[in-house]
């Protein structure tokens, strides 16, 4: 019993010095991260769009992470810069991915400012590339007789449109065609990211 209040002691003293130089000090350390000069915050649309990203696992054969020369011609596919840090400020979890079925989406919206294109390739792939695996997304989607007023009507050749009707793009499909047109890193990054990290070169907004 004698022992049991030093062991505690010990223990506590143990746990404590952890905890200062595990994670109090590290985080004293940290500088607050600003983002890449030019880069905004979401849209609560583009917020939205991107729960649908997530829900549907586009990090799976996605990335969203450009490599520097050294590692991967990634510049020469037409990806952009090396991403760096301050690029991901606002995305809250990133999406970085290990996967590459399918080309880095970090500049998509600079590369395909197209909301029609994204569209129509989201519902299906092979209107566009006919050699692509990418999945198609039909349920993202609604086949209605005719387009009402506000509907976005989703351009098909006449091969993948139904036979009777329109197919008319859900608000998910609006939403994630927004954070994928919001995918743009293209700015150079900051001088402190260059300096940092080797590199050359969001509250929501209304």
Known sequence: MNRIVPLAAVALGILAFATVLLVIAPAAQIRPLEGTPGLQPY????????????????VYCHSQ??????????????WGRAAVASDYVYDRPHQLGTMRT??????????LPSRDWHLTH???PRAIFDWSIMPAYPYLFEVK???EPGDVVVALPKDDAPDQGVVV???DAEDLVAYLLALDRTMPAGEDSVRDYGYESREPRE
Request: proline share 10%.
């Open 43 to 58: 849209t609560q649309q583009e917020l939205r769009g991107r729960e649908v990203y997530v829900e549907q696992g586009c």
């Open 65 to 78: 992470q450009p490599r520097g020369p050294e590692q991967a011609p990634d510049a020469q596919r037409g």
């Open 102 to 111: 399918g080309p880095d989406l970090l500049n998509v919206g600079a590369r």
């Open 122 to 124: 989201l519902y299906q």
């Open 145 to 147: 007789p005719e387009a």
């Open 169 to 171: 793009a859900t608000q």
